[in-house]
């Protein structure tokens, strides 16, 4: 089986650590970046399976990336979880165009959950 790729668009060193290792428990291969500066080139480069995406980032915010990743012909079929504390999480995943949604905080297992149904399709 091909290494499943999953990257992480978030500002938060904790959040992205945890993540990071919940992730690498399923045997993905992971990659993270803060910001969604030179967003499209981050993705061109690791092709990832699977994209989370924070709302709050420097540079693009979460809905404008997340607009952006669907817009492009080469993206547009890799599955967006919106992953946010704000509380209208569900209309900015909506707006966006994001596959999924998931409030934080979140539970461990609802996340590992999202990640293996998104992958295993």
């Not at 803060?34 to 540079?59: C, G, S, Y």
């Not at 209309?91 to 409030?103: E, T, V």
């Amino acid at each position: 089986m091909a290494k499943r790729k999953v990257f992480l668009f978030d500002d938060n060193e904790e959040i992205l650590n945890l993540c990071v290792e919940i992730l690498e428990d399923l045997h993905c291969e992971v990659q993270t970046s803060p910001t969604t500066t030179n967003l499209i080139a981050q993705l061109d480069q690791f092709k990832p399976n699977l994209i989370f995406m924070d709302n709050w980032l420097p540079e693009l915010s979460g809905v404008e990336a997340t607009q952006l990743i669907k817009a492009q012909a080469q993206f547009a079929h890799i599955p967006v979880v919106y992953f946010t504390a704000n509380t209208n999480i569900e209309y900015l995943a909506q707006i966006a165009g994001a596959d999924r949604y998931l409030a934080k905080p979140f539970d461990i297992e609802e996340f590992e959950t999202i990640v293996l149904s998104l992958l295993d399709d």
